[in-house]
C-alpha cells in the first residue's frame, strides 16, 4: 500500500520522518540514482563474497566428515552408472521380461497368421493377386481391385515384420529378468535417497562434487576470495565518496528549494536544512541523512522528527512533494486537515500548491478550508446521517452550484447573507482563472 497511496495528516506516521525515506527524497532531487546504482552493485558483490568466505571459513571440525559424506555420495552414483534410459527404458524392459513367455507364445502365432504360416495372410493375398490379374483380362475393373490390394499386402508384410524383428529382441531368460530388477530396484534406492529423477540424481552428485572441490581447496580459495574482498572494499569506498559528493551538492540546493516553498505556505521566517553525516557503508551508501527544521525565529535547527508539529510537518511535506513533483513515484497523495490552524490567506498558498502537485499525482484533500477547497478540480462533501439509529456516511459529487453552496457553507453559513454567496462564487472564480 506504500507504494500506490501516501497519507499525510494529524494522525498517520508520516514518512518525511523515516529517515530512509529523507534519504531517498535527496536522492531523487540530485538524481544520484546512477551512482547509487554503481554503489549497490559494488555492495550486493562484496556481500556475495564475504558470506562465500564466511562458510569456507566457518567451523572446521566437521569438515573431515563432510568430505567423507560427500565422497560417499559421488561414490554411490557414479558406481550406479545411470542413464537416460534408466528413466524411460528401464521399466518398459522389465515388462517385455516378465512377460517374455507370453509375448513370445502370442508374437509367434500372430506372425505365422500374418507372414510365416504355410496358410498365412500374405499368401493368401498374394494368390488372390495372381487370381485378379486373370480376371483384369477379362473385367478391367479388377485391375484397380488388385492395385488396391498389392497396398494391402505391402502392409501385412511389413506388420509381420516388425513382429518379428521384437521378436528376436525378447528372451525368456530369467537371469536377465533377475538383472532388470536389481537395476530397477538400484535405481529406486537411489532416487528414494537423492532425487524424484535421474536427472535429480545426476544434479545431486555435481552438487557434492563442487562442494569436494570447494573444499579440497578450501585453503586457496580462502586467499582468493580475501584479496578479492580488499580490492571490492576499496572499490566501494570509492564509489561510496563519489555518491557522498553528489549528495552533498544536492543537499544545499534541496534545502533552499524546501525553505523557498515552506516560505509561500507561512512559515515566512523559518528554515530547513538537510544535513548528513559519515557513517559504516550500507546497502544505500555512506551516509546518514537527516532533516532540520526551525519553524520559528530564534529556535535552533533541529532534527525534524524532534520538533515540527502534525500540522507543521504536513506543511513541509506539502513543500517537499511541490519540490519533487517530477521525481516522486507514489501516484496517489492524501492531505488529511493539511490546511489546519492557518489563516485564509497561507490557506490559499496551501490550495495553489496542491494543485501544482496534482499536475503529476492524483491529490486528495481533507479540508474545511473553503480557500483551499476551492483549488480542487472536483468537489465531494462528507455528510453523515442516523437511521433506524445508526450512523452514516455517504460522499457525493458536488456540480457547480452544489459546489457554490457548499463553498458558502464552509464560509459561514449556508444562506446566511447574499454577501457570503458573493464571496464563495469570487473564490472560485479566482482559483479557476488560476494556472
Known sequence: GNLLVDIHGPNDHQSLLDQNFQRDVLDAYGRCGTAL???????????????????????????????????????????AALTESDETDLVQQHAEA??????????GDIAAALTDGDASVFDLLVNIQSQLAELARVLPAAAEW????????????????AINELLSRIENDPDNLRRLEERMAAVQRLKRKYGHTVQEILAAREKSEARLNDLATRTEQIERLEKEIAALKKHLSDKAATLSCARAKAAGKLARAITAELHGLGFMKSG??????????????????????????????RALKAIASSGEIARV??????????????PVLVFDEIDANIGGEIGRAVGQKMRRVAENRQVISITHLPQS????????VVTKDVVKGRTKMRISALDAAERTDEIARML???????????????LLASAAAKP
Open 37 to 79: 546504482k554503481t554503489y549497490q552493485e559494488l555492495w550486493h558483490e562484496l556481500k556475495g563474497f564475504e558470506e562465500q568466505l564466511q562458510t569456507l571459513t566457518g567451523d572446521s571440525s566437521g569438515i573431515a566428515a563432510e568430505i567423507d559424506r560427500l565422497q560417499y555420495i559421488v561414490d554411490e552414483i557414479n558406481q
Open 98 to 107: 516378465a512377460n517374455a513367455e507370453q509375448i513370445l507364445s502370442l508374437g
Open 146 to 161: 488388385r492395385n488396391d490390394l498389392q497396398g494391402t499386402t505391402v502392409q501385412i508384410q511389413e506388420i509381420g515384420g
Open 272 to 301: 530547513f536544512a538537510v544535513d548528513l553525516s559519515s557513517c559504516e557503508p550500507t546497502a544505500d551508501g555512506a551516509d546518514v541523512i537527516s532533516f532540520g527544521f526551525a519553524p520559528n525565529p530564534g529556535e535552533p535547527m
Open 317 to 330: 511535506m506539502l513543500a517537499v512533494k511541490t519540490v519533487l513533483a517530477s521525481h516522486d513515484s507514489i
Open 373 to 380: 477547497a476551492v483549488y480542487g478540480r472536483q468537489h465531494y
Open 412 to 426: 459561514g453559513g449556508k444562506g446566511l447573507t447574499s454577501v457570503i454567496e458573493s464571496h464563495a462564487r469570487e
